[in-house]
């Protein structure tokens, strides 16, 4: 069974950083790209980016490309998003999500979840 | 950016037919894709390029489109379903609907 244990919630000063952890299990987690997705306060869904652990690379949305740093782990079969220069607008629920398609990267769509990770963004 | 149009909610009973649409700006071939949401939780895939249907997912639902105009069914509704249902292409940079939220009367 594919599961993606994310880690707990987080609270972040303005202006510093904070780091999710998306554990995968139930596959083979080189085999598969890694999407990260962002959902706001009562707001609909963002893609921010993906991430291919087997060869480290990686796309960002525009939006996110100076905000999220998309990392992996293949020794502990491990999905990162690191957030900088945390603003109030950083607060929302952030997802990690594998993708299957047609192709490895593109035209594709998230057929498993992480049950998000909560960032509130607080002084 | 691709932007999906869906209508932000939808009333019905159990028992009867829905359909929820999904505008989008550009044509996406067939790479449209329909998850639902409950309060709390994660997204979860129901159809995918348009019309296939996710493993586990009860034939209930159903989808249809290509192009620029895309629909979920549901036939017949059941209380289960109250939740938030969102469109999301794959034909470019991946981008969502706004949402529907079905609620049951």
């Known amino acids: 069974e594919v599961q993606l244990q994310q880690s707990g919630p987080e609270v972040g000063r303005p202006g510093s950083s904070v780091k999710i952890s998306c554990k995968a299990s139930g596959y083979t987690f080189t085999d598969y790209v890694m999407n990260w997705v962002k959902q706001s306060p009562g707001q609909g869904l963002e893609w921010i980016g993906w991430?291919?652990?087997?060869?480290?690379?990686?796309d960002y949305a525009e939006k996110f490309k100076k905000k999220a740093t998309l990392t992996a782990d293949t020794s502990s079969n491990t999905a990162y998003i690191q957030l900088s220069s945390l603003t109030s607008e950083d607060t929302a629920t952030y997802f990690c999500?594998?993708?299957?398609?047609?192709?490895?990267?593109?035209?594709?769509?998230?057929?498993?979840w992480g049950q998000g990770t909560l960032v509130t963004v607080s002084s | 950016d691709t932007v999906l149009t869906q209508s932000p909610a939808l009333a019905v009973s159990p028992g009867e037919r829905v359909s929820i649409s999904c505008r989008a700006s550009?044509?996406?071939?067939?790479?449209m894709h329909w998850y639902q949401q409950k309060p709390g939780q994660q997204p979860k895939l129901l159809i995918y390029?348009?019309?296939n249907l996710a493993s586990g997912v009860p034939a209930r639902f159903s989808g249809s489109g290509s192009g620029t105009d895309f629909t979920l069914t549901i036939d017949p509704v059941e209380a289960d379903d109250t939740a938030t249902y969102f469109c999301q292409q794959s034909w470019n940079d991946p981008t969502f609907g706004g949402g529907t939220k079905l609620e049951l009367k």
């Open positions: 390029k348009a019309s």
């Open positions: 550009e044509g996406v071939n067939s790479y």
């Open positions: 999500a594998r993708c299957e398609g047609d192709t490895r990267v593109s035209f594709n769509w998230f057929a498993y």
């Open positions: 991430i291919d652990p087997e060869y480290g690379s990686t």
